[in-house]
């Protein structure tokens, strides 16, 4: 039995995404963020750091950070992440630019741009400009590259997808940046980013 919490969350759909690429079977439980579902006692008891999203599977305890879940789900199932040390080396460097840029500043540009009752122009603008920082570094990578990690499809670029479905959070447009409006509209197409997109049914960040 396997369980996947989440919500319509960029972090969570990098977990769904992986899950639907591997051909797993699973059960998708919505914890509503904007809810606070995610302080429940059930929840809590699974990632004491109250966060989404977690997969649970028998036999092991439950799994959190979105990031140890695609390298946990890589490494069991063989997908994704290469075994030869210098391309293993690679995916994992852009599969952290993800995790430690992308991710927390675009987080961060949308607090300051739609969800802070306040928006002072400081704060809106240095973050932005942190996003912008990590589009340059992936928009170089990607003129060369057809996916971050080099010529294969990766956890990194799983990571990073949901991340620039958000670019609006950011007030960016991808029709500024060619080469990864190229990546992303690649990526997109896949069935499995498409259904896992979509995990679990229903689930909205209105």
Known sequence: MRRFYGWATPNSQRVSIMLEECGLTYEAIGVNIRAREQFAPAIVALNPYGKIPILVEDGLPPLFESGAILIHLAETHGRFLPRDPAARAQTLAWLMVALTSLGPMTGQAHHWTDLAPEKPEAARRH??????????????????????????????????????ARHAWATLSLDDWPAIARWFAQVGARPAVLRGMQVPAGARLD
């Open 127 to 164: 973050t932005v400009g942190l996003v912008e920082r990590v589009y340059r570094l992936l928009e170089g990578r990607l003129t060369y590259q057809p996916h971050l990690a080099g010529a294969d499809y990766s956890i990194a670029d799983i990571a990073a997808y949901p991340w620039i």
